[in-house]
């Protein structure tokens, strides 16, 4: 069974750049979850997706997007990239999201924005 | 912000058992208990979850107290191998407990000495 897939594994942003990363789920999770990891503030929840609709949000600013296509597969979106956007992006699958459910992570996208 | 709260740090030697505390005082009677770990340079992974009963598998065993709201992974026989983050979460049956249950918090670092 593949697990999360994260896309790209690594890129380079300069300020005021956007970016756009993917996240596969594990076939058959519907729940996709974001997160931002920096080495101050650890692991931090940015929003999750289920059956294409946002249903729980962060404390993240506006240019934090994403979106869920009908086959699970998610994107987040970061727009005017900031210096403090440098991090590990993770994202996370689970069946539906309740609490019986694990949590299934991806390996992560490191993103340094100079 | 996180339900639980966890030491930040804690040191054992190998071949030992290792007991993570985590409390979580108003956790409600709906809510799971989950564990993950994250090995540096990985992403989180899942360790165990349980709801009023103790629970166990390959990697660890969850002792939940009696009253629910505190919770210990005990890892039987540490290894260098187990050092990592560990994360206790809170996530509610039915809806995974919203942004709530999917904010992991900064985790205990848990050091294995040889």
């Known amino acids: 069974k593949a697990g999360v897939t994260q896309t790209p594994r690594y890129l380079i942003k300069t300020r005021g750049q956007q970016v756009t990363l993917s996240c596969s789920p594990i076939?058959?999770?519907?729940?996709v979850s974001w997160y931002q990891q920096t080495p101050g503030q650890g692991l931090q929840f940015l929003f999750e997706?289920?059956?294409?609709?946002?249903?729980n949000k962060g404390n993240f600013p506006g240019r934090f997007s994403g979106r869920q296509f009908s086959n699970s597969r998610s994107e987040m979106n970061v727009s005017t990239l900031e210096l403090g956007d440098s991090a590990l992006y993770l994202c996370?699958?689970?069946?539906?999201?309740?609490?019986?459910?694990?949590?299934?992570f991806g390996a992560g996208s490191r993103l340094t924005v100079l | 912000d996180a339900k639980t709260t966890q030491p930040n740090s804690m040191e054992s030697n190998e071949e030992e058992p290792v007991h993570l505390p985590c409390n979580h005082s108003?956790?409600?009677?709906?809510?799971?208990i989950h564990w993950y770990r994250q090995l540096p340079s990985q992403g989180p992974e899942y360790v165990i979850h349980g709801l009023t009963s103790n629970v166990n598998n390959r990697m660890a065993s969850l002792a939940i107290a009696e009253d629910r709201k505190s919770s210990t992974l005990i890892l039987h026989r540490a290894t260098l191998r187990d050092a990592a983050v560990y994360y206790c979460i809170l996530r509610g049956m039915y809806s995974g407990g919203g942004a709530d249950g999917l904010t992991f918090g900064k985790g205990t670092h848990l050091i294995i000495q040889p």
């Open positions: 108003t956790i409600s009677g709906t809510d799971y």
């Open positions: 997706y289920f059956s294409e609709t946002q249903r």
């Open positions: 996370a699958s689970s069946l539906t999201g309740t609490g019986a459910n694990v949590l299934t």
């Open positions: 076939s058959g999770h519907r729940s």
